[in-house]
């Protein structure tokens, strides 16, 4: 799947949404978002914030390598010296199989809320 993606955010999210077997709604019910602000970011028509972009990663329950470069072609790298971004990218290669749920309450822990 990796190497299908392209630098279209678009293009990105149509295949990793077949490829999960997802509709927009679907991810928009589990991230709990409205699927028309999931859409509009993925279009580019409204800037995503980097825990939007995190949370679409979660609700896929995307692997490492798939969120990051999903992360990139949105336009939301994570930085390394942030420490929020630091506890997102722990959950992304630590949490990415649970629950959106669990997942949040992980962050929380540390006072990080996506």
């Known amino acids: ?16 949404l077949e490829w999960r077997n ?17 859409s509009r970011t993925v279009k580019g028509t409204t800037a995503p914030k980097v825990e939007t972009a995190v949370l679409i ?7 490492p390598v798939i969120s990051e470069k999903l992360l990139e072609v949105l336009g939301c790298k994570l930085k390394p010296m942030d420490p929020n971004h630091q506890w997102m990218s722990e959950a992304l290669h630590t949490k990415y199989p649970e629950s959106v749920d669990a997942v949040r309450e992980f962050l929380n822990q540390f006072g990080v809320e996506i």
């Open 1 to 16: 799947i990796r190497r299908k993606m392209t630098d279209d955010p678009e293009q990105c999210m149509d295949l990793l």
């Open 22 to 38: 997802m509709k927009y709604t679907d991810l928009g019910d589990k991230i709990d978002r409205d699927p028309k602000t999931i």
């Open 57 to 63: 990663c979660f609700g896929m329950n995307l692997p």
